[in-house]
C-alpha cells in the first residue's frame, strides 16, 4: 500500500473515507434492522470493509504527526508534549 511505503497521508482522501465508512455504515443497519433474514457474510465482509478504512485514516493521522514532529525545532516538541500531559491530566481528573 502506497501509504506504508510512503509514509506520507497526503495521498488519501481523509473525507472519502468517512464518506465511505458512513455508506457502510447505512448498509450495515439496513441489514440489521430492514431484513427478516440477516446475511452474515455480508455483514462480516461491510465490517471487515469499516475495520480496514479505520486502520487506514489512523496511519494518515499517525504519519502526518511524524511529518509534523520531525518539521518541529526540540522546543517546539517539548511544548507539544507539555500540552498533551497537561490535557491528558485534565482529562483524567474530569473522568474520575
Known sequence: MKLYRTKKGGDV???AFILHNAAYAAF???LLVDRDEIDYIL???YFV???????II???RYYK???EDAEQTPEE???R???ETRICDLVLATSS
Not at 470493509?49 to 486502520?55: A, C, F, I, R
Open 49 to 55: 470493509g469499516v475495520t480496514q478504512n479505520l486502520v
Open 77 to 79: 516538541q517539548l511544548a
Open 43 to 45: 455483514l462480516s465482509y
Open 58 to 60: 489512523g496511519m494518515k
Open 13 to 15: 482522501s481523509k473525507k
Open 28 to 30: 450495515i443497519s439496513y
Open 81 to 83: 508534549q507539555e500540552m
Open 65 to 67: 504527526l511524524q511529518v
